[in-house]
């Protein structure tokens, strides 16, 4: 199956390779010059904030029709430009003579004309596309027109302003063709150096936060009655502080029941003000009058307890007025696991239900003793969370450092770090075990690019320079730690040097394409 995959992809970018939509003459590449006996064609391209200028010219005799064809592509989005018009300039040396042309958008990111010059000479060329929003300008350059095709061939020394594109080894060339980058996820940018930081790797474990972690057990004994929990809480949903979450209702036979409490509460009460009266009138013993003293405060103290637990108010209305007894969650959060059901019976301290809150949690991280000293003050993490993939930056406004160990683990050499961190989007889930980059404070300057545009190839890393348009080269760089969403480069770039960041794989696969055929003119 993986070689019938590989086959197909290999079939797709022959047949896209080898179209020409445009009808011109087909090229050995897309460098300057040619081989013998064929057409001598330039390439030109312009990298802009807004747009990608790929233009493609046959060398001009006086008289004679020149094509052109230009390809424009956005830099937001990689995409061809859908609508506008290009206008070519043509400024003779040394005179103001200035000759036009209009390129019509023969389609979608195409502009097509043959051209006319009147003299030959050099000029100075320059292009300006217009769209509905703004116009651009693009100072191309340089531009020869021979007087005759003698004058042509004979001029071996002749070098445009273009003579940075100088011819290639083929079998290094990789040609990826505009229409090819358009119908593919594909991306480009300037390598470049940029603040950088040190970084330690370590795991971490997701745990709770202490305050967003509530076991909820029953105070008393009681059942589950079905009648009263049909709209009892499931697992995972989100409840807030004070929701009901299950009703306990009085067992048949039991001391430790909710209504138990209660009556016990009060007739303790009764007993207490009773032994007061019978006090002042020196009918009880001051020691009579403190068992009782002793017994009402025990009754209160657990009565109140459970009011207090559950947030039940006293007074003329209260809840207490009935027998049944509604436990409610003391913090916001989601419903973990249930251990009850309704209908069941239940004892004091049964764990009936676990509650956290998963807007702050907690990530348990054990530091290699050899990383102990290099950490210092963090600068923040990536974290490499399971099955997403893109590593989660965390800022040091959203990673707080809570707590440093102390002691080295005799078995792991390890050192315990304690972090706090806002779960804004709910990406941390407790019980995960994270692969983390933690970074220190200290700040240095160097070479990196996304880690996107790297490729493992064999046991090398690789990447995908574009030196045009449609040429590419595949480079073996050495890599360093990686700083967020970046990797650092140590070896094989330079700054400046645009590499491919999307469709990397696309261009390993027309790599493999070139065996096949060479660039052209479309």
């Known amino acids: 199956m993986k070689w019938l995959i590989l086959s197909l992809n290999i079939l797709f970018f022959i047949v896209t390779g080898c179209g020409n939509p445009s009808g011109k003459k087909a090229v050995s590449g897309e460098t300057g010059h040619e081989h013998e006996g064929q057409a001598h064609f330039f390439s030109v391209t312009k990298w802009t904030g807004q747009f990608e200028l790929f233009m493609e010219y046959e060398e001009p005799i006086l008289s004679e029709a020149v094509p052109f064809i230009i390809h424009l592509t956005r830099m937001d989005t990689f995409k061809p430009v ?79 302003e273009h003579a940075h594109e100088q011819e290639e080894n083929h079998a290094e060339n990789i040609t990826f063709l505009k229409e090819q980058q358009w119908r593919t996820d594909f991306e480009t940018q300037e390598c470049r150096i940029m603040p950088v930081k040190s970084s330690i790797t370590a795991i971490g474990e997701v745990i709770p936060k202490q305050s967003g972690y509530a076991d909820i ?19 995972g949903k989100t409840v807030t502080a004070g929701e ?60 109140e ?23 409610t969650t003391p913090i916001n959060g989601i419903v973990h696991d249930i251990m009850v059901l309704p209908g069941q019976k239940v004892s004091p301290g049964q764990k009936l239900m676990t509650i956290i809150d998963p807007s702050t949690v907690w990530l348990k991280v054990d530091i290699f003793e050899k990383d102990f000293y290099q950490l210092g003050a963090h600068g923040g993490a990536s974290a490499a969370i399971p099955g997403k993939e893109s590593p989660v930056i965390l800022n040091t406004d959203q990673l707080k450092l809570l707590s440093k160990g102390n002691i ?22 407790i019980g995960q075990f994270l692969q983390l980059e933690l970074y220190t404070t200290d700040e240095k300057r160097a070479l990196a690019v996304p880690k996107s545009c ?3 190839e064999d046991v090398q890393k690789i990447v995908f320079v574009q030196h045009r348009g449609e040429s590419f080269e595949k480079r073996i760089v050495k890599t360093g730690p990686a700083f967020k969403d970046h990797i650092i480069i140590k070896d094989g770039l330079h700054a400046g040097e645009r590499v491919v960041t999307r469709g990397a794989y696309q261009v390993k696969l027309a790599s493999m394409n070139n065996i096949v055929g060479h660039g052209h003119i479309h």
Do not use: C
């Open 408 to 429: 080295v683990d005799p078995q792991s050499r390890t050192i315990p770090f304690l972090f706090e961190v806002r779960n804004k989007e709910n990406l941390f889930r």
């Open 244 to 303: 009901k979450l299950v009703t306990l209702s009085p067992p048949a036979i039991g001391e430790d029941s909710w209504t138990d409490k209660r009556l016990g509460y009060e007739k303790a009460q009764k007993e207490y003000e009773r032994a007061k009266n019978l006090l002042q009138r020196q009918a009880i013993s001051q020691r009579e009058f403190e068992q009782v003293q002793k017994d009402y405060l025990l009754q209160k103290a657990g009565y």
């Open 217 to 235: 057990v029953s105070p008393v004994e009681g059942l589950l009655n079905v009648q009263y929990n049909r709209d009892m809480v499931f697992p």
């Open 82 to 160: 859908t609508q506008g018009t290009v206008t070519l300039s043509f400024k003779k040396t040394g005179s103001e003579k200035i000759t036009r042309a209009n390129l019509p958008l023969a389609e979608t990111g195409i502009f097509t004309s043959e051209i006319t010059l009147p003299d030959a000479g050099e000029y100075l060329l320059s292009l300006i596309y217009k769209n509905d929003i703004s116009e651009y300008n693009f100072d191309i350059g340089e531009f020869h027109v021979f007087a005759s095709e003698q004058e042509k061939n004979g001029d071996h020394e002749y070098e445009s």
């Open 454 to 456: 790297i490729i493992d």
């Open 305 to 327: 307890s459970i009011l207090n637990l559950y947030g039940i108010e006293q007074g003329e209305n209260k809840a207490t007025d009935n027998m049944f007894l509604n436990i």
